[in-house]
């Protein structure tokens, strides 16, 4: 019987390649904006995205710590994005965003300025980061050319990783 | 493939049991080697361990076990006396056995580990000391006939040892079982016989099947005997491997006979989460239900609504200790290893020492008896190495020959006492000091100054060893501080006392668990901190002319005492926003000698915290040891209290009382509408009515509709307030609350507040005054008037208007 079976669980298999294969020339992004810039990270990495609400001041971390909140019954760190891309801290208006970002086990909340969309962008849009930005240090996965504009996508497990 | 691995994980399990039990049972039988019980059980273990090894393939496991059995064997027949050299042997025989149970556990085979040297030794002892027929060094291939040859030995010797109550009772077991078997049998069928008979007619229509289908189903209708048919076959089927194990133990402690069940260990720390949970949410409904208590202030719902929370609160309470429990070891089984420690230390250092385990049915959590193995392992070396003296100076000194090592733990509160004693040479404390002094650890000031506990904590400096040569034991200087800092990120403290030539007495003090504990909760501005309540010794209110500064720090007299002080402020890089008080709390805090004043704001009480990671993220922050998640939602973090003692020390005082004021933010006023006012009261109309008073004079107003939301535009900081309209009566947050709030902030010291109430009463008024109002206008008011009032309270410029 078993024959039969694994013939069957292979060309399932198989189908879901093709299927997946075809995806994978498209990349789902979701865009934010943070500063005059847009921005954009993975929509898988994203575990979710939640209006802003108290965090808790943590000491001795660098200013873009913003500190800890509860995310049902769960302690993240919360960093602000605008500080550490060195922009001037502004106060949060109705449109900012937690954007709550997960890669392996790490898991932080990042404070944005304001959500703009979902972005399907074909992989072959996707240039390098520029040669001015240093070599393999880069925060930048790449940038996405639209019709309009270009976006910069970000690594989200550089974001999530410890600098200080 | 699975099923093998099933059957391997139970039997790495089974195995590591028993062997655990081994060498203590070793150890007792050397002092006692006529005790054929416990010769019997050590006997039963290497059986079991080689029958089911031979069953799995392990042949170098058999082939060990199958020697160390026929040792055992002679011994239990009194064929052999065991002397401490045939001991060395089966000790060295049993290590071998927990390596290659150690090597089955990681790479599924026994290869790789070189059993024959040791085979050979035992193969001596066995046929130097009995009959002659040594088997030469057998070859893994006699495995099947070795275990037919050795189940009937067993039976057979039966008749010839009536003594031997276990291998009785195994047989007689064997015997009833199997009697049993027909019996039900019998009965069985006749009962089949029967209910077919009786019982055809309803089941026949349903579905007629062959009989060994409703055989399952038709036994449990005759109730007379229910339970036997179900748990004979269930024993029968592996008695070989049941038995021993079960019939062991029953014999020296019947009350050890307990039903348990083995629970994967990750279920546990699920259910514990939940329950953090649970305590979390406990907190939540606590602090809801005072706030309702005050809003609805005799209504009769309370009382119901109170019942049910303090019923909640109490089984909360009771589910948690339940888990807790479900997750407790006994301290034992750390203390199992220890009898062969000591008696291989005594032989290899010389020396005579005895040891006297109690209270080893204390029970831990799995987590800290996982974690206190080592740091006891060290102080025990320890023990025996520099405490315990030579026999002949033992002697000399008048006492008996043997040391003794005392080992106990017991419960003091929430907290495990675990206390090593040995009736050594003590430790010198001006040896300490000097010691201390040549490796430069201390200072000649710190050393004059230093008392006898403070003399003895030296020991668990790094770098620190008082043995005049290193030995294979202990001395090379690393170790005790080791101890230390494990018994710390257990949130234990160790507490030494010692008096010379009498001896030396550790007691390490532990708490029952890691994750649920009771905490101080502190607060500083506007923040909050937890202090674990463990290291909390007490609380004072002080005024701050009580605290005096010396050489750069804060002290404070208490009692007899100079206590050196911190604020926490200074530690947590607290931003002074509130205006200090006159007056402030002083935690004192206590870790083994060493005290320390904490300073903070207020005190806001004692709440049971879970103690959650702060992740990889955060990990490492000094002074925090982790976070908790309080009743309203928020994120409160754990105070560190050993870190923080530490960084205490390099803290600069900032002055408490004087903080420098932050300049008032007086932008010039060019124009009406640069005047803000806000404008708080929960009626739309009276708002309404405010706006309208005041709008004429083109000034900005702002509206909120209770004390609350005002204070959180306040806070927001979008505008720059010239005075605020209060009214009194507000639902959340009243009038009163709001002044007293708005003027703790330093910033916020001139602003004007203006109550606008319909509370005539003296009372009323003198209370506005007490919470910093300083006008007071009764409603109902002209538009004039009103206008007039704030007017002349922002100064507002006459030519605006």
């Not at chain 2, 109170?306 to 997750?327: G, P």
């Not at chain 2, 020991?459 to 030995?471: E, H, K, L, N, Q």
């Not at chain 2, 040891?625 to 390099?650: E, F, H, P, S």
């Not at chain 2, 009163?736 to 708005?742: F, V």
Request: proline share 5%.
């Amino acid at each position: 019987m078993s024959d039969k079976l694994k013939q069957i669980i292979n060309q399932q298999s198989e189908q879901q390649n093709d299927d997946d294969s075809q995806l994978d020339n498209v990349v789902q992004l979701v865009g934010f904006i943070i500063g005059d810039e847009e921005y954009a990270i993975p929509i898988l990495s994203i575990q979710e995205i939640i209006k802003p609400f108290t965090w808790t001041r943590v000491p001795q971390v660098p200013s873009y710590v913003l500190g800890v909140f509860n995310l049902r019954g769960a302690v993240i760190p919360l960093i602000d994005l605008r500080t550490k891309f060195g922009l001037q801290t502004k106060k949060q208006s109705d449109e900012t965003r937690f954007i709550v970002m997960r890669h392996g086990d790490d898991v932080a909340g990042f404070v944005i300025d304001r959500l703009t969309m979902a972005i399907r962008i074909d992989k072959s849009d996707i240039g390098p980061a520029p040669d001015t930005v240093n070599g393999e240090d880069t925060i930048i996965e790449g940038v996405g050319k639209q019709e309009d504009k270009i976006i910069t996508i970000l690594k989200v497990n550089r974001l999530l990783e410890r600098d200080f | 493939m699975d099923e093998f691995q099933e059957i391997l994980q139970d039997f790495l399990v089974e195995s590591f049991e028993l062997v655990e039990k081994l060498d203590e049972d070793l150890v007792e039988l050397e002092n006692d080697p006529e005790d054929l019980e416990l010769l019997n059980g050590i006997f039963r273990v290497a059986h079991t361990v080689k029958g089911a090894s031979s069953f799995l393939n392990f042949d170098v496991l058999t082939h060990l076990t199958h020697h160390m059995e026929d040792v055992l064997n002679k011994a239990r027949h009194g064929e052999l006396i065991l002397t401490p050299d045939i001991m060395d042997v089966i000790l060295e025989s049993v290590d071998l056995m927990k390596a290659l149970l150690e090597t089955i556990r990681d790479t599924s085979a026994d290869a790789g580990i070189d059993v024959s040297s040791c085979v050979v030794k035992l193969d001596k002892i066995t046929g130097g000391n009995g009959e002659v027929n040594t088997p030469v060094v057998e070859a893994p291939v006699a495995q099947a006939p070795v275990v037919e040859e050795v189940t009937p030995v067993v039976q057979e010797d039966e008749p010839d040892y009536d003594n031997m109550s276990p291998d009785d009772l195994e047989a007689e077991i064997e015997k009833l079982l199997q009697e049993r078997q027909s019996e039900d049998k019998a009965k069985r069928e006749a009962k089949i016989a029967a209910g077919e008979k009786v019982l055809s007619a309803p089941p026949e229509p349903i579905e007629e099947n062959s009989s060994p289908k409703e055989e399952p189903k038709e036994e449990p209708k005759p109730a007379p005997t229910p339970v036997v048919p179900v748990s004979t076959p269930s024993v029968q089927s592996k008695p070989k491997k049941e038995d021993p194990k079960a019939a062991a133990p029953a014999k020296r402690t019947p009350a050890a006979v307990e039903q348990t069940i083995r629970v994967d260990v990750k279920r546990l720390d699920h259910l514990m989460n939940l329950i953090g949970e649970l305590v979390l949410a406990k907190n939540r409904l606590i602090k809801i239900n005072d706030d309702v208590e005050e809003r609805y202030e005799g209504e009769e719902f309370l009382e119901e609504l109170n019942q049910v929370v303090s019923i909640v609160s109490l089984v909360t309470t009771d589910l948690q200790i339940a888990v807790m429990k479900t997750r407790m070891l006994p301290i034992g089984k750390v203390f199992n290893k220890f009898p062969r420690m000591i008696r291989d230390l005594s032989r290899e250092l010389d020396k005579k020492i005895d040891l006297e385990l109690a209270g080893e049915d204390t029970e831990l959590d799995k987590s800290i008896v996982e974690e206190i193995g080592d740091p006891l392992v060290h102080i025990i070396r320890n023990s025996c190495d520099h405490g315990v003296e030579m026999p002949e100076d033992r002697i000399a000194k008048g006492k008996p020959e043997t040391g003794t090592i005392g080992l106990k733990a017991y419960n003091e509160g929430n907290q495990i006492v675990i206390q090593i004693d040995d009736d050594g040479k003590g430790l010198d404390t001006e040896m300490l000091k000097n010691k201390s002094l040549e490796k430069g650890i201390i200072t000649e000031k710190e050393a004059d100054s230093m008392s006898d506990k403070e003399a003895f904590t030296l020991i668990f400096r790094p770098g620190f060893s008082t043995a005049a040569s290193v030995t294979s034991v202990s001395g090379r200087g690393v170790g005790m501080d080791v101890v230390k800092t494990n018994i710390e990120k257990l949130n234990g403290i160790i507490d030494i006392d010692s008096e010379i030539d009498v001896g030396t007495s550790m007691k390490l003090k532990i708490p029952l668990t890691l994750a649920i504990i009771q905490a101080l909760l502190v607060g500083v501005q506007e923040e909050h901190y937890a202090i674990p309540l463990a290291s909390v010794l007490e609380t004072v209110r002080i005024s701050k002319d009580e605290i005096y500064t010396v050489e750069g720090r804060s002290v404070m007299r208490l009692r007899d005492e100079v206590l050196s002080l911190v604020h926490i402020g200074d530690i947590f890089e607290v931003e002074r926003i509130l205006d200090s008080n006159e007056h402030a709390y002083v935690v004192v805090l206590g870790l083994g000698t060493s005290k320390l004043g904490l300073i903070v704001d207020t005190l806001v009480g004692q709440e049971e915290i879970v103690i959650k990671s702060l992740g990889d993220y955060l990990k490492g922050i000094e002074g925090v040891a982790g976070a908790t998640i309080r009743g309203d939602g928020g994120v409160t973090l754990i105070v560190d209290v050993v870190a923080l003692m530490q960084m205490a020390k390099n803290v600069k005082a900032t002055p408490l009382s004087e903080v420098p004021s932050s300049a008032a933010v007086s932008t010039e006023k060019t124009k009406a509408s640069d005047y803000t006012i806000m404008i708080v009261d929960d009626s739309k109309t009276d708002r309404t009515i405010m706006r309208k008073a005041l709008e004429p004079m083109g000034i900005t107003l702002v509206e909120a509709s209770d004390g609350q939301e005002a204070l959180n535009i306040l806070k927001a900081g979008d505008h720059n307030f010239d005075a605020m309209l209060i009214d009194i009566e507000m639902p959340r947050m009243d009038g009163y609350t709001l002044a007293t709030e708005i003027k703790k902030y330093n910033k916020y010291k001139n602003l004007p507040l203006i109550a606008v109430t319909s509370r005539t009463g003296k009372s009323d008024r003198m209370r506005g005054v007490e919470s910093g109002m300083i006008e007071y206008i009764t409603k109902p008011y002209s538009a004039d008037y009103l206008s007039s009032v704030v007017q002349r309270n922002i100064n507002f410029k006459s030519e605006f208007l």
